[in-house]
């Protein structure tokens, strides 16, 4: 079965400390994969997307994501958190198909100390 | 830059009324979606449109819901008769090919009484 897994339903990391979100994935193919992030109330924003080449994308806010097909993952980085980076995280997969829906993870929950 | 929009922003209603959820995608977008995120849950998608007509849809998708594009702008999502477990965040996302990203809106809240 297709799934998303992101194990960490809520991280504390204190500002200026780096990030890693965890994200997981079983899918059929190879997928396009993305990074959502969703402040309170707000509605999705893409962080970063992969699709194909270079497996270390950039991505907006400092963001960078690793795709690593061997793992099955595709975990999100920060090197230094702002305490604006405090919001829902989402990893999501695709088919490289069109008209096909995104399959999302439950979310990540970031907190920034300070 | 160009973005989904998505009216209104916040709707009630009282269970067993029929509400409709508009979207109007941007503007060279060809795939239209429709997602929900029931409070504190994970984005579960609901239906795809391409061409007129639904791609694929979810268990979800039952007969109470449909869509449709009357006007060739405005992309709706049409509840025949809410229930309350229908309360929830509602996400309308379009895309353009050959490009797979998916661009969403800003969300629908409907709040079922």
């Not at chain 1, 270390?56 to 980076?85: M, T, Y």
């Not at chain 2, 009282?14 to 109007?24: A, F, P, S, T, Y």
């Not at chain 2, 997602?35 to 504190?40: A, E, H, S, T, V």
């Amino acid at each position: 079965a297709q799934s998303v897994t992101q194990p960490d339903i809520h991280i504390t990391v204190s500002e200026g400390a780096s990030l890693e979100l965890r994200c997981n994935y079983s899918y059929g193919a190879t997928p396009y994969l993305f990074w959502y992030v969703q402040s309170p109330g707000q509605g999705l924003q893409l962080l970063l997307k992969y699709f194909s080449g270079d497996t270390l994308v950039q991505g907006i806010k400092g963001f960078e994501a690793e795709f690593k097909r061997s793992q099955s993952s595709f975990n999100l980085r920060k090197p230094s958190v702002h305490w604006s980076d405090a919001a829902e995280y989402f990893c999501a997969v695709g088919a490289r198909q069109a008209g096909t829906a995104l399959i999302f993870g439950k979310g990540t929950t970031l907190s920034v100390s300070s | 830059e160009p973005e989904v929009t998505q009216t209104p922003s916040h709707q009630v209603t009282q269970m067993g009324q029929e509400v409709i959820l508009r979207c109007v995608p941007i503007s060279n977008h060809l795939y239209f979606y429709w997602y929900r995120q029931i409070l504190g849950q994970k984005v579960e998608f609901l239906v795809s449109f391409y061409n007129n007509e639904i791609s694929e849809k979810s268990e979800i998708f039952d007969d109470q819901f449909s869509v449709e594009r009357p006007d060739g702008s405005n992309f709706t999502l049409k509840i025949r008769s809410t229930k309350l477990e229908d309360s929830a965040m509602y996400f309308c996302a379009t895309k353009r090919e050959p490009y797979n990203e998916q661009f969403f809106g800003p969300g629908t809240r409907l709040t079922v009484l």
